[in-house]
Structure formats: C-alpha cells, structure tokens
C-alpha cells in the first residue's frame, strides 16, 4: 500500500506547485512569491532542528547539501518562473521539463550504477509521448524570444544535476536536516535577488499569503520531501517515470479549480504517462522466486528520520 501510496501523493503535490504558482502569478513577482515562500520556512526549520543535527556534519557535506539544494530548488524554480514571464507557455515548459526522465535515465548508468534496462527505456519514451501530446499545441502559440527557450531547459539540467549530485553522495544526511539546509540555501538566494531587484516587499493581498503557505505545505513538503524519498526506495527510472504525470495531472486539476479546457487531447495524454508509469514499474519487479539486483544506494533501506528534503 505504502509502495502505491508514495507515488500517487507525490504527482498531486509536486503538480500542485504549478497550481500554487497560479494562484499568486497575479499578485507579485516571481522573485517575490519565492522568496516569501522559502524565507519563512527557512527560518522555522532551522528554528525546529536540534543542535545535535549539526555535530556529525563536515563543512564539505554541508556546502554539498547546499549545492544540491541550489540546484533543486533555486536553479529549477527560478528558471520556471521566469520562462513564464518572459512569455514561454507553460505548457511548452513542462514540455521541456518532460525531458528530465530521459536525460536522467541515459546517465544513471555510467554515474550511479543504475542501468535503464530496455523496457524501462520503452516507459520512458511513452511518457515523453504522453507529455508532448499535452503540451505540443501550446508551443507555437507563444510569444517569446528563441533564447527564452533556453531558460526552461537550464531548470531541467539543474534539476538532474541534483539528482545526480545527491546520488554520489557517501555521507549520509538525516532528512530534516537535508531539508534545513536546501531551503535555507534557496532563502538566502531568492531574498538576495528579491532586493537586488526590488521585489522584496511582498503584497498584502490575501490571495498572495494564500498562494504562499500553499507553496509551503504542498509542493515543499509533499513534492520535495517524495522526491527524494522514492529516488532512495526506487530510483532514478521510476522516479523520473513519475514526472511524465504532471503535466496531464496539473492540466486535470487546472479545470476542475480554475475551469481550464480538458479535452480529448488531454486525456489521452494523460492515458499514455500513465502507462508509461505501468510499464516501467512492471519492469523494476523481479521475477518470482528472484530477489532484485539493486546498487548499493537504492539498496539502502529508508532513514527512520522521514523523507528527503520539495
């Protein structure tokens, strides 16, 4: 139950970022939804996390643990932010975004040891099907400039950067702690560029608070913390697997909450991730009778401390 639940919760609350972002789209900058969302949280967590949290960790493990937060929030959100506002289609971001699985999937062998066999490789490439029947339409409807392109692209490298970065990693890092010290990374960051471009003071709108402790308790805690949690339980094929869901999810969710259009397209969409997801979790199972041969990070057992630090 526990192996069905993970992953269903984790597609609704990494999907929810985009419905949160939404919300507040209307009321402030992106720099400014950002750094209220991570500034506070910043402060509470490192606020709630013992002082015996820091003994056992090394200046280097710290600034890894930063770097890899940088990356998987900064970089990632940032540049999804901004691709918006400079008039890319959210729909052709997460297009771009959909080709995280398969640059993760080529690499996972030669850094982490963890070989995409042949019908993982099908799952994957019928995700990025399910995606781009989704998002393709809105790619030619969008009225931004060639390098604004780019921008999407770099979140997805600086997310796969993490992924991989976490991956190589020897020491082990209590997951409250993890999540302190990348959220802390991306406080600092977004409230430097928030008064660097004069985008600091927040709006005193309801709907821009709203937006914000959605951003806190869903994507942040849900999405994040699932992330990295089913990276160590299942690894990098099926996680990424996941990601092929969000946008058909967030398309789902956008019309029931804000009445968008779901047609037919869609839906079918939506219809192929899910067997992409199918398909490569079929093929993660070994036969009966057989015990799986994992590497020795997937093959760790989960902390008892709770999930990773989204």
Same mark, same amino acid.
């Given at each position: 139950?526990?192996?069905?639940?993970?992953?269903?919760?984790?597609?609704?609350?990494?999907?929810?970022?985009?419905?949160?972002?939404?919300?507040?789209?209307?009321?402030?900058?992106?720099?400014?939804?950002?750094?209220?969302?991570?500034?506070?949280?910043?402060?509470?967590?490192?606020?709630?996390?013992?002082?015996?949290?820091?003994?056992?960790?090394?200046?280097?493990?710290?600034?890894?643990?930063?770097?890899?937060?940088?990356?998987?929030?900064?970089?990632?959100?940032?540049?999804?932010?901004?691709?918006?506002?400079?008039?890319?289609?959210?729909?052709?971001?997460?297009?771009?975004?959909?080709?995280?699985?398969?640059?993760?999937?080529?690499?996972?062998?030669?850094?982490?040891?963890?070989?995409?066999?042949?019908?993982? %490789?099908?799952? =994957?490439?019928? @995700?990025?099907?399910?995606? &781009? /029947?989704?998002? $393709?339409?809105? !790619?030619?409807?969008?009225? #931004?400039?060639?390098?604004?392109?780019?921008?999407?692209?770099?979140?997805?490298?600086?997310?796969?950067?993490?992924?991989?970065?976490?991956?190589?990693?020897?020491?082990?890092?209590?997951?409250?702690?993890?999540?302190?010290?990348?959220?802390?990374?991306?406080?600092?960051?977004?409230?430097?560029?928030?008064?660097?471009?004069?985008?600091?003071?927040?709006?005193?709108?309801?709907?821009?608070?709203?937006?914000?402790?959605?951003?806190?308790?869903?994507?942040?805690?849900?999405?994040?913390?699932?992330?990295?949690?089913?990276?160590?339980?299942?690894?990098?094929?099926?996680?990424?697997?996941?990601?092929?869901?969000?946008?058909?999810?967030?398309?789902? %969710?956008?019309? =029931?909450?804000? @009445?968008?259009?779901?047609? &037919? /397209?869609?839906? $079918?969409?939506? !219809?192929?991730?899910?067997? #992409?997801?199918?398909?490569?979790?079929?093929?993660?199972?070994?036969?009966?009778?057989?015990?799986?041969?994992?590497?020795?990070?997937?093959?760790?057992?989960?902390?008892?401390?709770?999930?990773?630090?989204?």
């Amino acid at each position: 139950m526990l192996s069905a639940l993970l992953p269903a919760a984790f597609v609704l609350c990494w999907s929810s970022g985009f419905i949160g972002a939404k919300l507040g789209s209307d009321t402030a900058a992106a720099t400014t939804l950002l750094m209220w969302r991570f500034l506070p949280l910043a402060v509470a967590l490192l606020a709630m996390l013992p002082r015996t949290a820091w003994r056992d960790l090394t200046p280097r493990t710290v600034g890894r643990q930063t770097l890899i937060g940088a990356l998987s929030q900064t970089g990632y959100l940032l540049s999804v932010y901004y691709a918006i506002q400079l008039g890319v289609s959210s729909g052709t971001t997460a297009l771009i975004d959909g080709v995280q699985p398969l640059v993760a999937g080529a690499l996972a062998g030669p850094l982490l040891r963890q070989y995409v066999s042949r019908r993982q %490789w099908l799952g =994957l490439c019928l @995700g990025l099907t399910g995606v &781009a /029947t989704v998002t $393709l339409a809105d !790619a030619g409807s969008a009225d #931004a400039a060639w390098w604004a392109y780019l921008v999407p692209l770099l979140g997805m490298l600086s997310l796969v950067a993490a992924t991989f970065l976490e991956g190589r990693s020897r020491t082990p890092v209590a997951p409250r702690t993890a999540l302190t010290i990348h959220c802390t990374a991306s406080a600092a960051i977004f409230s430097a560029l928030g008064l660097a471009t004069g985008t600091a003071t927040p709006p005193a709108a309801p709907s821009f608070w709203l937006a914000t402790a959605w951003l806190v308790v869903l994507p942040t805690f849900g999405g994040y913390g699932l992330y990295w949690l089913i990276l160590r339980r299942s690894g990098v094929a099926q996680v990424n697997t996941l990601m092929f869901l969000m946008a058909p999810v967030t398309a789902v %969710w956008g019309a =029931l909450m804000f @009445g968008e259009h779901f047609g &037919a /397209t869609t839906a $079918l969409g939506l !219809a192929i991730g899910l067997a #992409a997801v199918v398909i490569v979790r079929r093929a993660d199972r070994p036969p009966p009778g057989t015990r799986p041969a994992r590497s020795p990070r997937a093959s760790a057992p989960p902390r008892p401390t709770g999930p990773r630090a989204h």
